[in-house]
C-alpha cells in the first residue's frame, strides 16, 4: 500500500519563509507541536522574529544533523510557491534534503528546483497531487477497527481530534495510527492521500487504500474533511464517510460557529441533525457504526463559558464532550472501553 | 462558461472502431438514436456487420458532406485506446476532422495522433478530461428550473431519462435544454463535464458551472450519475445533488435489480428509502425540491409484468411511474404543469 502513498522521509527541516505571518506557518507549527520527535529544526529566512520553537538552522547544519527533508509547510493564498523561496529550497537541495510541500503549485513545475533536484538525485513531493492508480472504493469489509472525526463544518478540529486521540489511545497501550487525508495531516504523518485532490470517482476507494485490513484489535483514526453540511465539499465528506467503513465517529464542532465558513446563507446545522445525517449515510458500509463523542472547539469561549457548553452537551446527548485542547479527550478514550 | 467547457464541433463521423462487439459501441448508438441530426455517417473498419444504421464514409467523404469531428465512442475494458484505431483516427485528422473521444487514455498522449493533429491543426477532445480551473460549490441560489435524475444504483437510465425529458418538454413548447455530466452525455449534447472525473473538491462546483443563472420560465435537465447506495461512488452524487440546486428529481431504477452493480453485498435500497435519503440531501441547496416521479427501467420485463410493476409504484408512491421506452415520459411532465 505505502507504494503509491506518499512517504516523506524523516526527520524534518521546517521552512518558515520569507514571511512575518505567524498565519503562513500554521502547517508547520502543527508539525512542530504534534511531532516534535522528527523535527530537527527550522530555517527562516525572513527579518521578523517568527518561529515554532525549534533551533534555527541552515540546510547544511540541518542535513549534518540528521534531516531527510525540508518542509515547505506554508500557507499562502493560491497556494503558489512564492519566488523568494526559491533560493532556499534550492540550497536545501544542494544540500543534500528531499523537498516536500503541500501548496498547490508543484515544485516539479519550476525549473530551477526540478534541475536541482535531479542533478543532486533528490527527491519532490507534492503532497497535494497523488500519483498512481487509485481502486474505485468496493465496501467489502476490512478487519480491524476504525474511528473518523466528522464535523458540522470545514476547520473545526477534525485533525486536531484525530491526532489528540491517537496520542491518548498510544499513551493507554492501544494499537492506534492517525490516518492523514489532508496536507498538513500528511505533514504531520509523513504519509497519507490529500482526499479532496483525487478524482471524484475514486474518493472511497482512496480511503480504503489509507486504512486496508488490520489487526482486529487495531485502531485506525482517520482524519475527516469537510462536512455533509458544507454545500462546496459534502461529496469528499460522503466518500470519506463510506471508505472510512468507521465503527465510531466523533463530531467535531465550534462552539458559537453560526454560519458555515465562507458561504453565505448557509447555516451550522444542529448537533443532532448533523449526527443523524451522518449515521444514517455511514451505515451504508457500516451497520454497526455508533456516535462516541463530540470534540467542541471552544478557542472563542472563555473557561466558564467553555466548560457551561460542554455539560450542556453531554445532557442533551448522553454522550461524552470534551475540548481536546482544553480538556483532553480522555473522556472519550474511556468511552471506547 | 463555455470556454472552459469541452465543446465539440458538429455534425459527427461516428468511428465505430474495429470490433464486432455491439456492446463497444454503445455510445455511438446513443447518439445516434438521441442527435440524428448530428451525425453525417459512420465509419466502420471491422470486419462483421456492425452498425448504427447510418451511411457508412470514409472521413474524407464525411469530410466532403460537412463534418466536422470524428467520435470515438468507443468502449473498451480499461478505456484504451486500441492500436487497430490509431491509423482510422490520423486518417480522419488529415481529412480535416477534429477527434472527440470519451476514453480514460488520452488521445494527446498518443505521439502519432498529438503529431497528426498538430500538423493538420485539428482539436482532439479528451472530453473525460476536463481543462482549466473549476470553481469550488458555493451554494448560491440561481434563477431557472432545474431537474436532476437521480438513481437507485449505477446504469439503471438516468441519461436516457434526462434525454427523454428534454425531448418531449421541448415538443410540448417548454424552454428545455439537457445538461451533460458523463461521457456518453457529452458526446450526444456536444458539450458538459464529466463530473465522475472532476477533482473532488469541485463536483458540485463543476454543476455549478455546467447549470448556470438562467431565464425563470428556463429548464435545465441534468443527467445524473451513480447513487447514494452506491458505495463506489455516492461521494459524486452528493456533489452533483448539492451542485444541481435541483427544483425537481426523478427517480430512475432498474425494475428487478436486487444487488448493487459490481458490488458484494449491497443491496438496491428500497425506493421510499433511496426517495427520502436523496430529498434530505438535497434540501441543503433548494429547500423546496420535490420528487417529480419515477424512471422505471423494464428492460427485464415483459409488457404485462412492466405495466404491472408501474402502476404498482403509481400506487405505492402517490406519483407518476414511466419507462421511457414503454411508455414515454409524457405522465411526468404533466404533473409539471
Not at 509547510?73 to 528531499?98: F, T
Request: aromatic share 6%.
Amino acid at each position: 500500500m505505502k507504494v503509491i502513498m506518499n512517504t516523506i522521509e524523516k526527520p524534518y527541516l521546517l521552512y518558515l519563509g520569507t514571511s512575518d505571518s505567524d498565519l503562513s506557518i500554521k502547517t508547520c507549527r502543527g508539525i512542530a507541536q504534534w511531532r516534535p520527535e522528527f523535527c530537527i529544526g527550522q530555517y527562516y529566512t525572513g527579518s521578523s522574529d517568527l518561529t515554532v520553537g525549534l533551533k534555527q538552522m541552515y540546510p547544511k547544519e540541518a542535513k549534518e544533523n540528521g534531516a531527510k527533508t525540508m518542509i515547505i509547510g506554508l500557507a499562502n493564498s493560491g497556494g503558489r510557491i512564492s519566488k523568494s523561496w526559491i533560493a532556499d529550497i534550492i540550497e536545501a537541495i544542494e544540500a543534500g534534503l528531499d523537498i516536500a510541500s503541500g501548496l498547490h503549485e508543484k515544485l516539479s513545475d519550476i525549473e530551477e528546483i526540478q534541475t536541482a533536484a535531479l542533478k543532486h538525485k533528490r527527491k519532490l513531493h507534492d503532497i497535494r497531487h497523488h500519483k498512481g492508480h487509485l481502486p474505485v472504493g468496493n465496501g467489502k469489509k476490512r478487519s480491524g477497527k476504525r474511528i473518523l472525526t466528522i464535523g458540522t463544518d470545514c476547520a473545526v478540529g477534525k485533525m486536531y481530534t484525530a491526532l489528540a486521540l491517537e496520542k491518548e489511545m498510544k499513551k493507554r497501550g492501544f494499537d492506534a495510527d492517525f490516518v492523514a487525508t489532508g496536507q498538513t495531516g500528511i505533514l504531520i504523518k509523513g504519509e497519507g492521500i490529500s482526499i479532496d485532490a483525487v478524482l471524484a470517482d475514486f474518493i472511497s476507494g482512496a480511503v480504503e487504500l489509507l486504512s486496508p485490513d488490520n489487526k482486529p484489535e487495531h485502531w485506525d483514526i482517520i482524519e475527516g474533511q469537510g462536512s455533509l453540511f458544507n454545500p462546496s465539499f459534502a461529496g469528499v465528506s460522503t466518500g470519506l464517510l463510506h471508505g472510512a467503513q468507521s465503527d465510531y465517529l466523533i463530531l467535531c464542532h465550534e462552539a458559537n460557529r453560526i454560519n458555515i465558513k465562507d458561504l453565505e446563507g448557509f447555516k451550522v446545522p444542529n448537533l443532532k441533525e448533523c449526527i443523524n445525517t451522518n449515521l444514517s449515510l455511514a451505515k451504508l458500509t457500516n451497520p454497526n457504526v455508533k456516535l462516541l463523542g463530540v470534540s467542541l472547539n471552544c478557542r472563542k469561549l472563555n473557561k466558564v463559558e467553555a466548560y457551561k457548553q460542554i455539560e450542556d452537551i453531554e445532557n442533551r446527548l448522553s454522550l461524552p464532550c470534551v475540548d481536546p485542547m482544553l480538556t483532553g479527550v480522555s473522556k472519550i478514550v474511556d468511552s471506547i472501553i
